[in-house]
């Protein structure tokens, strides 16, 4: 089912940060403090630089690929359906976990009011929650955007109060338990960052998705990562390590200090109105990756259905519910430490899919943001997650691989008898050994991403070049060497005889010069007659020689077309101009790997839809 594209970047961004801010700010620095001291300041700076390298990559991945099911498409795209496996489910595993976090920490803060069981409240919460994504919300959109912009202003109070109240003596000593407690600790709040994952899970409801979702999860990580930074700098500094080690309400017990009982109550109620965009947030965005396997036969059919009234994916709603109830009753840092080793695993992914497509060479893997210092942020960010997965212990690292030995079990018992898929990284390994080993069966599904993406509906002249005569020659030749060739091949289309073809051909080129940039030339002749048109793409990559003193042209557009498609004709000049004019159009045309290849070029080229 197709989904509709009304997201904009504010709802992005709102989305982003919402979902981040929440019990990584509001429940963790307190547990946090007691492993790191004072450090913990650094342990989130660490960990939102590290966050960095992975949205860096799956912001250029988005923007190439912005599928339902975020992560796990562009992982199963690059590394293959066994991969792919891993990611969907232990992402979902892990958005899942944030959320019935999230549950937790509103319960924590709903006590403050009301003195009921902390389990009772989140597994009731959760619940409803369930129930109002399988209904659908009216205007959640506006709703986030309300939540967020009210959260930011309420923090930003917080830490213009606050910083006055700083006692440094409170910082001292700074990392108590020294650096590799600081780097663990950074592991551990990691999960905070979780909130940039489900952007990728609803990128295909953005519009102009693009530019829309990278630039919103940079805004969202930047902004965040600042307002994170200060805060726990802000309750470090007010409170002693007495009172904040282990308080599972630091941000509260903080604004106490300074703000007095008000103050609690304002961010006691800033922290449940945090909890309830990310726990709905988090159930709405794990229950699409569960969704997008069933749509891959990697998962039973039965987790892809949805709704007929409601048009929300139920099945997979209520068994993501399900399990962020059980969980809830696991113990708090195992649930944390859980939720923050498989997001490192699918920050790391991310890092490798990114190298992996662009070495691979794919013709139309074309992101419109491209991650700056590749490979180098992300082989920083590869080294640094495999880094905190080991300084965060024995625990993680056991849960770690607990996990993707549960996603290749269910690769192995059920996906891979039921589906076969193609990836890049097949074709990496193509490009080395020079072994035919793909049918580009992934060229054609990227194709049909951009044109999606981009919103490209084809006109005349596409479905003119779908079906046009493409040739690729592969040795120098002059340009009557080169116009007898193309008399011939398009001689049967336009039912007149090769030499009519070839007359036509050099008296138009003795008027003037058809080539009409560097390597470039457009032969466009008139045909007696009604109703025909035709174009022929030609390569060259030896170089085809025109008279005059020109270079040696490499690409070549031949039009064809009667009288009486005069205005058509022009329009086609039109569009191979705009295809032909920016500058990546000569190295892509160079590139194209076959006919099929140089076809996608001008297919997918920038130009106005007539």
Same mark, same amino acid.
């Given at each position: 089912?197709?989904?509709?594209?009304?997201?904009?970047?504010?709802?992005?961004?709102?989305?982003?940060?919402?979902?981040?801010?929440?019990?990584?700010?509001?429940?963790?620095?307190?547990?946090?403090?007691?492993?790191?001291?004072?450090?913990?300041?650094?342990?989130?700076?660490?960990?939102?630089?590290?966050?960095?390298?992975? /949205?860096?990559?799956?912001?250029?991945?988005?923007?190439?690929?912005?599928?339902?099911?975020?992560?796990?498409?562009?992982?199963?795209?690059?590394?293959?359906?066994?991969?792919?496996?891993?990611?969907?489910?232990?992402?979902?595993?892990?958005?899942?976990?944030?959320?019935?976090?999230?549950?937790?920490?509103?319960?924590?803060?709903?006590?403050?009011?009301?003195?009921?069981?902390?389990?009772?409240?989140?597994?009731?919460?959760?619940?409803?929650?369930?129930?109002?994504? !399988?209904?659908?919300?009216?205007?959640?959109?506006?709703?986030?955007?309300?939540?967020?912009?009210?959260?930011?202003?309420?923090?930003?109070?917080?830490?213009?109060?606050?910083?006055?109240?700083?006692?440094?003596?409170?910082?001292?000593?700074?990392?108590?338990?020294?650096?590799?407690?600081?780097?663990?600790?950074?592991?551990?709040?990691?999960?905070?960052?979780?909130?940039?994952?489900?952007?990728?899970?609803?990128?295909?409801?953005?519009?102009?998705?693009?530019?829309?979702?990278?630039?919103?999860?940079?805004?969202?990580?930047?902004?965040?990562?600042?307002?994170?930074?200060?805060?726990?700098?802000?309750?470090?500094?007010?409170?002693?390590?007495?009172?904040?080690?282990?308080?599972?309400?630091?941000?509260?017990?903080?604004?106490?200090?300074?703000?007095?009982?008000?103050?609690?109550?304002?961010?006691?109620?800033?922290? !449940?109105?945090?909890?309830?965009?990310?726990?709905?947030?988090?159930?709405?965005?794990?229950?699409?990756?569960?969704?997008?396997?069933?749509?891959?036969?990697?998962?039973?059919?039965?987790?892809?259905?949805?709704?007929?009234?409601?048009?929300?994916?139920?099945?997979?709603?209520?068994?993501?519910?399900?399990?962020?109830?059980?969980?809830?009753?696991?113990?708090?840092?195992?649930?944390?430490? /859980?939720?923050?080793?498989?997001?490192?695993?699918?920050?790391?992914?991310?890092?490798?899919?990114?190298?992996?497509?662009?070495?691979?060479?794919?013709?139309?893997?074309?992101?419109?943001?491209?991650?700056?210092?590749?490979?180098?942020?992300?082989?920083?960010?590869?080294?640094?997650?495999?880094?905190?997965?080991?300084?965060?212990?024995?625990?993680?690292?056991?849960?770690?691989?607990?996990?993707?030995?549960?996603?290749?079990?269910?690769?192995?018992?059920?996906?891979?008898?039921?589906?076969?898929?193609?990836?890049?990284?097949?074709?990496?390994?193509?490009?080395?050994?020079?072994?035919?080993?793909?049918?580009?069966?992934?060229?054609?599904?990227?194709?049909?991403?951009?044109?999606?993406?981009?919103?490209?509906?084809?006109?005349?002249?596409?479905?003119?070049?779908?079906?046009?005569?493409?040739?690729?020659?592969?040795?120098?030749?002059?340009?009557?060497?080169?116009?007898?060739?193309?008399?011939?091949?398009?001689?049967?289309?336009?039912?007149?005889?090769?030499?009519?073809?070839?007359?036509?051909?050099?008296?138009?080129?003795?008027?003037?010069?058809?080539?009409?940039?560097?390597?470039?030339?457009?032969?466009?002749?008139?045909?007696?007659?009604?109703?025909?048109?035709?174009?022929?793409?030609?390569?060259?990559?030896?170089?085809?020689?025109?008279?005059?003193?020109?270079?040696?042209?490499?690409?070549?557009?031949?039009?064809?077309?009667?009288?009486?498609?005069?205005?058509?004709?022009?329009?086609?000049?039109?569009?191979?101009?705009?295809?032909?004019?920016?500058?990546?159009?000569?190295?892509?045309?160079?590139?194209?790997?076959?006919?099929?290849?140089?076809?996608?070029?001008?297919?997918?080229?920038?130009?106005?839809? /007539?």
């Amino acid at each position: 089912m197709e989904l509709k594209r009304e997201l904009k970047l504010m709802d992005v961004f709102c989305a982003a940060a919402g979902a981040m801010i929440s019990s990584g700010l509001f429940i963790l620095p307190g547990i946090a403090h007691a492993q790191a001291g004072p450090a913990v300041v650094v342990s989130y700076l660490v960990a939102g630089l590290l966050a960095l390298t992975g /949205m860096l990559s799956q912001a250029e991945l988005v923007s190439a690929m912005p599928k339902a099911g975020g992560t796990y498409y562009y992982v199963t795209r690059s590394m293959g359906s066994a991969v792919g496996t891993v990611d969907g489910l232990i992402t979902w595993f892990s958005l899942s976990l944030k959320s019935a976090f999230a549950l937790i920490g509103m319960a924590a803060f709903t006590r403050i009011i009301a003195d009921v069981d902390i389990h009772v409240i989140a597994a009731s919460l959760c619940l409803l929650f369930v129930a109002i994504n !399988i209904i659908g919300v009216k205007g959640a959109a506006a709703v986030q955007r309300v939540l967020v912009i009210g959260l930011l202003g309420i923090l930003l109070f917080y830490i213009a109060r606050g910083i006055p109240s700083v006692n440094v003596q409170n910082f001292e000593p700074f990392a108590p338990n020294g650096v590799g407690a600081v780097l663990s600790t950074a592991g551990f709040v990691f999960v905070s960052f979780g909130g940039l994952l489900k952007i990728a899970a609803i990128a295909e409801e953005v519009k102009r998705p693009a530019r829309t979702v990278p630039l919103g999860m940079i805004l969202a990580l930047f902004v965040v990562s600042i307002f994170y930074t200060l805060v726990v700098f802000v309750t470090s500094g007010v409170l002693g390590a007495s009172e904040l080690d282990n308080s599972l309400t630091p941000i509260s017990d903080g604004a106490s200090v300074f703000l007095g009982p008000a103050g609690v109550l304002l961010l006691s109620i800033a922290a !449940i109105l945090a909890f309830v965009s990310t726990a709905n947030a988090g159930i709405m965005s794990a229950s699409r990756y569960p969704l997008a396997l069933a749509r891959d036969d990697l998962l039973p059919a039965f987790f892809g259905r949805v709704n007929h009234r409601f048009k929300t994916p139920h099945t997979s709603i209520l068994i993501t519910g399900i399990f962020m109830i059980l969980v809830l009753f696991l113990k708090l840092d195992v649930l944390v430490k /859980m939720a923050s080793s498989v997001l490192i695993l699918t920050f790391l992914f991310s890092c490798l899919s990114v190298i992996i497509m662009r070495e691979s060479h794919l013709q139309n893997y074309q992101p419109a943001f491209r991650s700056p210092l590749y490979p180098w942020v992300q082989l920083l960010g590869i080294a640094g997650c495999l880094l905190l997965i080991l300084e965060m212990g024995r625990p993680a690292l056991i849960a770690s691989a607990v996990l993707v030995g549960a996603g290749l079990f269910v690769y192995w018992f059920y996906g891979r008898v039921r589906t076969t898929r193609e990836y890049a990284l097949l074709h990496l390994v193509e490009r080395i050994t020079s072994k035919d080993l793909t049918g580009h069966l992934l060229e054609s599904e990227l194709k049909e991403v951009i044109r999606e993406r981009d919103d490209i509906s084809s006109d005349r002249f596409d479905r003119i070049v779908e079906n046009c005569i493409v040739i690729d020659l592969d040795r120098r030749m002059d340009m009557e060497q080169f116009f007898s060739e193309v008399a011939e091949v398009m001689s049967p289309r336009l039912k007149e005889s090769p030499s009519a073809i070839l007359k036509l051909l050099q008296d138009r080129e003795a008027e003037s010069s058809t080539v009409i940039g560097p390597g470039l030339a457009i032969p466009h002749i008139v045909l007696e007659g009604e109703k025909k048109f035709d174009i022929l793409l030609a390569r060259c990559k030896p170089g085809i020689v025109f008279p005059g003193d020109t270079p040696d042209v490499h690409a070549v557009f031949v039009l064809a077309g009667t009288r009486d498609e005069r205005n058509f004709h022009l329009r086609a000049l039109a569009a191979i101009a705009q295809v032909a004019q920016p500058l990546h159009f000569y190295k892509r045309w160079i590139d194209a790997r076959d006919e099929e290849g140089l076809r996608d070029v001008v297919l997918l080229g920038k130009r106005l839809r /007539m």
